[in-house]
């Protein structure tokens, strides 16, 4: 069965501080990739998706994501973050295959302090 | 657009109890799902409907959980009975189409405490 894993559980940063939060995936197949998260209190919502194309991901509020298929990795960036961002990031794989569905990673919590 | 509906947000029961949670999804959606999200873990699917069929029950404990969606729009999820292992947020989630292209779009989700 695919599992996803997140490299870190806890990520603590000063606002305007660079972000990478690392997400790897076991697949061998075509997935399609989501990155959501949590804000405290909050219902998760979508922030990037990749399908196809340009491996490089635009999201809102500034992120982006790149997928690298030989590493089978999914990282998510933000070249500055802001104490706004601070929430529960999680990363989902689907694979490209009708009756597979969502597996998400454990979570990454993000703390910015301003 | 209205976002997925579920309630109640929180529930506290003592083991042994049953309990019901609620959902009903965007207008339109017709792929339902029913995640169990454990402290400190990401979202696990329960199961999956596709309009009012089962698409994917493989990870919902049949012992004691089951859900139904009969006229393919809200959906409940009842657990009988009730274990301390339960305690967890339930999310319900639809999707336009099955293969989450548009993403989910989630619910706020009801919070168990199993006491």
């Known amino acids: 069965a695919q599992s996803v894993s997140q490299h870190n559980h806890h990520v603590i940063l000063s606002e305007a501080a660079s972000l990478e939060l690392g997400c790897n995936y076991s697949?061998?197949?075509?997935?399609?990739l989501f990155w959501y998260v949590q804000y405290p209190g909050q219902h998760l919502q979508l922030l990037l998706k990749?399908?196809?194309?340009?491996?490089l991901v635009k999201g809102i509020k500034g992120f982006e994501a790149e997928f690298i298929k030989s590493k089978f990795s999914f990282n998510l960036r933000k070249p500055s973050v802001q104490w706004s961002d601070t929430a529960e990031y999680f990363c989902?794989?689907?694979?490209?295959?009708?009756?597979?569905?969502?597996?998400f990673g454990p979570g990454t919590r993000l703390s910015v302090l301003p | 657009e209205a976002g997925v509906a579920q309630s109640p947000r929180y529930k506290i029961i003592e083991k042994r109890q049953s309990v019901a949670f609620w959902c009903n999804p965007i207008?339109?959606?017709?792929?339902l799902y029913w995640y169990q999200q454990i402290l400190g873990q990401g979202p696990k699917l329960l199961i999956q409907?596709?309009?009012?069929?089962?698409?994917?029950d493989s990870q919902l404990p049949k012992d004691r959980f089951s859900a139904e969606r009969l006229k393919g729009v809200d959906s409940t999820l009842k657990i009988q009975p009730a274990k301390l292992e339960d305690s967890a947020v339930y999310l319900c989630a639809s999707s336009l189409v099955v293969s989450g292209f548009y993403g989910y779009t989630f619910g706020s989700g009801t919070r168990l405490t199993v006491v």
């Open positions: 409907f596709q309009n009012n069929g089962v698409v994917d």
């Open positions: 697949y061998g197949g075509t997935v399609n």
């Open positions: 990749y399908f196809s194309g340009d491996p």
């Open positions: 989902a794989v689907k694979p490209d295959n009708y009756g597979q569905n969502f597996v």
């Open positions: 207008s339109g959606h017709a792929t």
